[in-house]
Nanobody, 121 residues
Framework: QVQLVESGGGLVQAGDSLRLSCAAS????????MGWFRQAPGKEREFVAG????????RYADSVKGRFTISRDNAKNTVYLQMNNLKPEDTAVYYC??????????????WGQGTQVTVSS
């Protein structure tokens, strides 16, 4: 198993940037596909970004493409989400998740507790 802890959320203004981090435990972090999700009040949890175990492939929701960048440092057992040009609609609790199934649709068996991102206008 892997345990995930998010950090880096906060209160910012529209146009600002934040970098979220997700620290993972375990000795096999590099073998997990990692993802970021978010959930706003009254909304369903939605996919934000994903990255393969090697870091060579990434995918983004259309709503964040061009503004957010997902990356990982397997040596540090950490995945990041760089969020630029934040918008009020980005306000949500952001979760990182890990998948070990290697089968799509990804199961994302492991989840962090989330970190709050609030963007004011």
């Amino acid at each position: 198993q892997v345990q995930l802890v998010e950090s880096g959320g906060g209160l910012v203004q529209a146009g600002d940037s934040l970098r979220l981090s997700c620290a993972a435990s375990g000795r096999t972090f590099s073998r997990y596909h990692m993802g970021w999700f978010r959930q706003a009040p009254g909304k369903e949890r939605e996919f934000v970004a994903g990255i393969g175990w090697s870091g060579g492939r990434t995918r983004y929701a259309d709503s964040v493409k061009g503004r957010f960048t997902i990356s990982r440092d397997n040596a540090k057992n950490t995945v990041y989400l760089q969020m630029n040009n934040l918008k009020p609609e980005d306000t949500a609790v952001y979760y990182c998740a890990a998948d070990e199934s290697f089968i799509v649709p990804l199961k994302y068996e492991y989840w962090g507790q989330g970190t709050q991102v609030t963007v004011s206008s």
